[in-house]
């Protein structure tokens, strides 16, 4: 997969480049992280890439032509074989946007090239998104400062899909959200007991159907109590029904 981040603070995505998943990711060949900065096509002497907004308001919108340009250098950069620039996907992160979910991440892992734009300021100006925007995307109701640190968790769920790109295979299979809208069960390790709160006996009694039970009970409840709205979403089958039954 090849991602390229069009950005006023490159320096930021240092945190996928060198850490964690994504770094290793990288250093397996499995994703190339580039950046290209608006500013590098500002055409005044002070590198502008902002102006007033028209009808007057509070704060600068970011403007068209450094920001198509940078769009622009981010596609021909990449290597699209045939040069297919129509193939590229470009994403900007923005409070407007559909709310980023597990499926949408799978669905863009299976991309090959992407163009992920960050806004600052006020925004960007709306004949930018119409004329290069492929699709908006919000990582909730909330407003942050620019668009890098939603760019950044978009980035690490999609890079977490890519395959190798976990330890192991099974890791991302088991996520919340992974199949179904349902939250994952407690996790435990050693020691056995911390200050009285013991691991569940069930967990070290090495039967597996009673874990795998025990597991998906917890999933549910979880759900349940901490997330109705998904839990309306839920159709359960009859074992997921007579467990959530057992505990009532």
């Known amino acids: 997969m090849q991602v390229s981040i069009v950005t006023l603070f490159p320096e930021m995505f240092k945190a996928l480049s060198e850490s964690g998943i994504s770094s290793r990711a990288i250093d397996k ?5 580039s950046m290209v900065n608006p500013r590098d096509y500002a055409q005044d002497k002070h590198k502008s890439v902002d102006d007033r907004p028209y009808g007057g308001g509070p704060g600068m919108v970011m403007t068209v032509p450094p920001l198509a340009s940078a769009i622009h250098a981010a596609k021909a950069g990449m290597d699209a074989g045939e040069k297919n620039t129509d193939a590229v996907k470009v994403i900007y992160m923005s409070p407007q946007g559909k709310r ?3 499926q949408m991440v799978t669905e863009l892992s299976q ?3 992407l163009v992920v734009l960050c806004g600052r300021y006020e925004g960007i100006d709306e004949r930018l998104i119409e004329a290069e925007v ?3 995307i919000s990582i909730g109701d909330y407003v942050i400062s620019g668009g890098e640190l939603a760019a950044m968790v978009l980035l690490d769920g999609v890079i977490r899909q890519l395959p190798d790109a976990l330890g192991d295979a099974d890791s991302a299979k088991q996520d919340s959200f992974a199949s179904r809208p349902l939250l994952d069960c407690p996790h435990y390790s050693r020691p056995e007991s911390i200050e ?3 691991v569940p006996a ?18 549910l409840l979880r759900t349940k109590e901490r997330r109705p709205d998904l839990f309306e979403q839920l159709e359960l089958s009859r074992e997921e029904q007579a467990l959530l039954d057992e505990l009532c």
């Not at 060949?29 to 992280?33: E, M, S, V």
């Not at 874990?211 to 009970?217: A, S």
């Open 202 to 219: 069930v967990l070290m009694s090495g039967d597996h159907e009673a874990i795998r039970r025990w597991r998906l009970q917890q999933s």
């Open 196 to 198: 009285g709160r013991d």
């Open 29 to 33: 060949g499995l994703l190339t992280l």
């Open 134 to 136: 492929d699709e908006e």
């Open 100 to 102: 980023l979910d597990q």
């Open 111 to 113: 991309c090959q090239q």
